[in-house]
């Protein structure tokens, strides 16, 4: 299986959850400013987490999520993290679905104050996907 992480953070804790992930996944975290984040092949999943910054998530992100295309991505699963809102997944999904992108209904959230302790959860949760 093709399975691809990228990820926007700002002040490294949505990259510690992309990380994680990463490591489930036998792959890389890709942040999405990276000239490595585009994907070359086709992925069957594709990772893709970002963070809530005044109720709207980075222009970096919003730009690489309009790079990509239903025909490069099977399925993506969202995930993010904040002080307190969950809404950067809906946004996220929003701009995926937009692109008739096939998004998992399942996503992976923490506050920023319990990224500390996410790992095993983290791992738990990646391993169902890979
Ligand atoms: C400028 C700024 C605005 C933020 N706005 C929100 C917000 O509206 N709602 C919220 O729940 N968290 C908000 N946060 C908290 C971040 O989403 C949170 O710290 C997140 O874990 C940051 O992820 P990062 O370390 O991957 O950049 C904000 C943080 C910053 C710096």
């Known amino acids: 299986m093709n399975v691809a992480v990228r990820y926007y ?4 804790n949505t ?7 990463a490591e489930a996944a036998g792959v890389s975290a890709v942040s999405v400013d990276s000239k490595d984040a585009a994907l070359t092949e086709k992925v069957d999943v594709l990772f893709i987490g970002g963070a809530l910054y005044a109720y709207g998530i980075d222009d970096n ?21 904040s002080w307190l809102s969950k809404h950067a997944l809906d946004v996220i999904r929003k701009a995926l679905t937009e692109k008739g ?3 998992e209904s399942e996503t992976l959230y923490f506050k920023s104050k319990a990224v500390e302790s996410c790992k095993e959860e983290t791992l ?4 169902k996907y890979v």
């Open 15 to 21: 990259q510690k959850v992309a990380d994680y992930i």
């Open 61 to 81: 992100l919003k730009k690489y999520l309009n790079t990509l295309s239903s025909d490069k991505v099977g399925k993506a699963v969202v995930f993010s993290t």
């Open 101 to 103: 992108i096939t998004v």
């Open 124 to 127: 738990r949760f990646a391993r």
């Open 9 to 12: 953070s700002r002040s490294g």
